[in-house]
């Protein structure tokens, strides 16, 4: 199998696969003695890495086209009738491939072996686009998905805060504003230089309505988790932007040069996760400093300034999956993943057997499912129960 193949499959089951790649591995697959290539592959490099859903009932091959059209939805790159048309010649192609769970090393159960589960009533649904701004002036405003809000400095549009370029504010004074994603939220704002912030549930970022001349470029993250895609400086009429972009959280600063990243800083949380996806970054904290390359990562403790490590990341799909729409899991504990869980669908959570908070689980999973839906397939391939009741889900 050539490697061009391997990054079209890789791209298939993270949703990126352009028309002309899809096209291109449909075709490919219709060699029989390329699906055996592709089982193995999968079994090999795939499952084991990421330990995916069953893909061998009508129900999950349902679920994987819902993803696809979603995510032609959210590009809008790729035409829909011909997208869809091979998307389903794919999961024709496929359906017989995808029997397994993974357990104790094997990557198939018999239907006899099989666990049956209840889902509860009290399940809950995922979190949504949606976050407070806070003006200069203490005003609140409530952004959704449903709703179009117009401001003098910028435009929303459903999931989407878009600061103008070119506002007329007052060129000597710099102006906040605050961006806050509740529990169950998630939000993405392009900031008036062009820079683009995804930020995750639970998170809170301060930013100026416009960059004056001259001066770096500096927002802060009070909280949670943001993604930014980092504009290089440009030069206007009324003058040149720094070329500097600062990102200010506690106990660090970074120092950015046209790149994007990752910073996770949850408050309950004793580190500040910052991971370079592409590009190149300084980090300071305390009397310590560092630069960062692609593919690394820095651990900085909230409580020690000046403390912190570098270290390899061999799958930054796992650090970025969030953004993505997916949950990526590798080795964590439970109580790390109900952590996750309980920001995203706004619940609380308790551990009836203390022995289940150290259990691990490895794998991806849709945020767009229920809690109940994510719980099933952790509960597949681990050795735990759960409850909902009033928002709260119970491990025993």
């Known amino acids: 199998m050539n490697e061009r193949i391997q990054d079209i499959i890789v791209k298939y089951f993270s949703k990126s696969a352009s028309e002309k790649e899809l096209i291109e591995l449909t075709e490919w697959l219709k060699e029989e003695s390329n699906v055996l290539l592709f089982e193995e592959f999968i079994r090999t490099n795939y499952l084991i890495d990421h330990c995916m859903l ?12 819902d993803k ?28 017989g491939v995808f029997t397994y769970v ?3 090393g094997k990557f198939y159960k018999s239907e006899k072996e099989k666990k049956t589960v209840t889902v509860p009533v009290d399940d809950v649904m995922p979190g949504h686009d949606k976050a407070i701004l806070t003006l200069e002036n203490g005003d609140e405003i409530v952004l959704e998905k449903e709703r179009e809000v117009q401001l003098k400095q910028a435009n929303q549009e459903g999931e989407r805060l878009v600061y103008k370029q070119n506002s007329n504010i007052d060129e000597e004074k710099e102006i906040y504003n605050f961006l806050t994603i509740p529990k169950g939220g998630q939000f993405f704002v392009q900031l008036s230089d062009g820079t683009k912030v995804w930020l995750n549930s639970d998170s809170k970022l301060k930013y100026p ?9 500096k927002v802060e993250l009070l909280y949670g988790e943001a993604y930014f895609e980092v504009t290089k400086s440009k030069g206007n009429s009324e003058g040149n932007i720094a070329s500097h972009f600062l990102v200010q959280s506690k106990s660090q600063e970074i120092d950015v040069l046209g790149t994007q990243f990752n910073i996770k800083a949850y408050q309950d949380e004793k580190n500040i996760t910052t991971t370079l996806v592409e590009g190149k970054i300084t980090i300071a904290s305390g009397n310590a400093k560092k630069t960062l390359k692609p593919m690394e990562q820095a651990i900085v403790d909230q409580e020690s300034p000046g403390s912190f490590s570098i270290k390899k990341v061999s799958k930054v799909f796992d650090e970025i999956a969030w953004k993505e729409g997916y949950f990526s899991f590798r080795q964590k504990s439970m109580e790390d ?9 706004d619940v609380e959570y308790t551990f009836q057997d203390s022995q289940k908070r150290t259990k691990t689980f490895t794998g991806v999973l849709d945020r767009g499912n229920t809690i109940s839906q994510i719980l099933i397939n952790i509960q597949k391939t681990n050795e735990i129960n759960y409850k909902i009741k009033d928002k709260t889900v119970i491990i025993d």
Request: hydrophobic content about 45%.
């Open 54 to 65: 069953d893909f061998d009932t009508d129900n999950e091959k349902s679920k994987v086209l």
């Open 68 to 95: 696809i059209k979603s995510e032609e939805r959210r590009k809008r790159k790729i035409r829909r009738l011909v997208f869809l048309k091979y998307a389903a010649l794919l999961l024709v192609l496929l359906g």
């Open 102 to 104: 993974f357990n104790s």
């Open 209 to 217: 309505v416009k960059f004056l001349n001259g001066r770096p470029r």
């Open 337 to 345: 993943i109900m952590m996750v869980l309980s920001r995203w669908y």
